[in-house]
Every structure is written in structure tokens, then in C-alpha cells.
């Protein structure tokens, strides 16, 4: 059951990035952009990650994708549908090269798996993890400042003069 | 009938970060661009957890890294849609082909 449920996910997940670049219109680029996340934090819920689960879909399908449509209606008289740039068939090339590197390098590696039974539940022992003493509190700290000076910066970059 | 293992998600992943990469290099509309790059980054988490699951499903690190890589794509999409606005402002439009003020 999950072998169907992953291939149900990974095609529409596949499919709708596709749409992303092949749709014309920029704001339905931007809905498949939205049914992409969504599929995604599918996905995590299939590797047992609840709590990144429902973070994906507060903060990419929440905010990121209403910052991008925000964006998008911002510059609505800009020209739509612009062709694709003339180095389409070298990036072809080149991401068709890439993929085929990474797929015979992830089939050839023997990764050792762990045998042992994934968390029930992730929430708690993550908190611990972030905010606990052996964890990452300081990273925690430093990605604050990171926020903090992203959202200055965008202000300050947006502000007329 | 296939058993799910650590190379599908991988090779999904894979999938996704090489049509993000090919937007990226080809779209002209730079709001697209953005777009890419979050297909990208999303790509880039979904094997982070894989190999967290699969290979150390106890101790959660990459869960750790996929919430800062989540953290950092917030920062990103925020500044980079503020530059875009401001160039914007400036020259009327989000083509790529426009955007070489920083052209020497």
C-alpha cells in the first residue's frame, strides 16, 4: 500500500513540476507550484516525518506560495509567457547528464541501512533535539538572526526612496 | 511489485532538483526563476529526510537540516522577491534579459 501510495505521489509531484515550467500562464505555474508542496509533505508523511510535514505545509504552502502569487499580481502587466531562453538545449543537455550521474550513483551505492523501527512520533525528541543541551540551540539562534536580517533587508531593498 | 525503499525517494529527488535545475537555467519570467528554486530546495529536503529515515531513523539529523533549509528558503524567497520588485520599479518588467544591472 505505501509502494502506491509513493507512485500516485511521486507522479503528480513529477507532473506538476513539469507544469511549472511548461504552463504559459504564470499564475497557474504558480497553482501547480502549490499542488507540488502539497505532494511533497505527502511524501514526508510517508518517511515518518510528521512535525516537517505540517511545518511544509504552514510555511511553503502558507507563506512562500502567497508571497510568490503576491509577487505575481504585483507585476501582472509584465509581459506573459515569455518563451524559453535559447540555452534550452544545452540545459537540456546538461540536467538530462546530471540526472543520469545521480540515478547511477544512488543505484550503484550500497548505503547501510538502519535496521532499527522509525520514531513514532518526532515532535518531542525534535524539540529536545533543537533545543536541548547536545543540540543545535546555537543554529536555532543563528537562523533567528537570519529571519531577522532577511526581513530588514527586504524592507529596507523595497522602500522607495 | 516494488518494495519502497531509500533509492525511490532519492531518484525522485533526483527528478525534481533536474527540473528545477533546467527552470532555472532556462525560464526568462524571474518570478519562475524563484519558483524553480523552491522546487529545488524542496527537492534537496526530501532527500535529507530520506537518508535520515533510512539510515539513521533514531537520531533525526536530517529532519534538523530540512527545518534549516525550510528557515534559509524563507529568507531567500523574501529578499529575493523584495530585489525583484525594486527592479521592477525601475525598469517595468521581470525578464531576465533585463536584469543585468550588475553587467560589467
Known amino acids: 500500500m505505501p509502494e502506491l501510495v509513493f507512485l500516485l505521489m511521486a507522479a503528480v509531484a513529477v507532473v506538476s513540476a513539469l507544469g511549472v515550467l511548461v504552463v504559459r500562464d504564470i499564475f497557474r ?56 531562453g535559447n540555452l534550452k538545449y544545452v540545459a537540456g543537455a546538461v540536467a538530462f547528464l546530471l540526472l543520469a550521474v545521480i540515478v547511477y550513483s544512488v543505484i550503484t ?44 533587508g527586504a524592507i529596507a531593498v523595497i522602500r522607495e526612496k | 511489485m516494488l518494495t519502497l525503499g531509500l533509492v525511490h525517494f532519492l531518484i525522485l529527488s533526483a527528478v525534481l532538483f533536474v527540473i528545477g535545475l533546467f527552470g532555472v ?5 524571474v518570478i519562475k526563476v524563484i519558483m524553480c528554486l523552491e522546487i529545488m530546495l524542496n527537492a534537496v529536503n526530501i532527500a535529507l529526510i530520506a537518508f535520515s529515515q533510512y539510515i539513521v531513523p533514531t537520531a533525526l539529523t536530517g529532519q534538523v537540516f530540512a527545518l534549516f533549509v525550510m528557515v534559509v528558503a524563507a529568507a531567500e524567497v523574501a529578499v529575493g522577491i523584495a530585489i525583484i520588485f525594486s527592479i521592477y520599479r525601475s525598469r517595468e518588467s521581470v525578464d531576465m534579459e533585463n536584469f543585468n544591472i550588475l553587467k560589467w
Open chain 1, 29 to 84: 505555474a504558480a497553482l501547480c507550484l502549490i499542488v507540488l508542496f502539497m505532494t511533497v509533505a505527502g511524501v514526508y508523511v510517508l518517511l515518518h516525518a510528521d512535525f516537517i510535514a505540517v511545518v511544509q505545509v504552514l510555511v511553503y504552502v502558507g507563506a512562500i506560495s502567497v508571497l510568490i502569487i503576491v509577487a505575481i499580481m504585483l507585476t501582472r502587466d509584465a509581459r506573459q509567457g515569455q518563451p524559453l
Open chain 2, 25 to 29: 537555467i532556462t525560464q526568462r519570467n
Open chain 1, 109 to 152: 551505492t550500497a548505503f547501510t541501512l538502519s535496521e532499527s523501527a522509525p520514531l513514532e512520533e518526532t515532535v518531542k525528541p525534535l524539540g529536545k533535539l533543537l533545543f536541548g543541551d547536545p543540540g543545535y540551540l546555537l543554529t536555532v539562534q543563528i537562523a533567528a538572526v537570519l529571519l531577522l536580517s532577511a526581513i530588514l
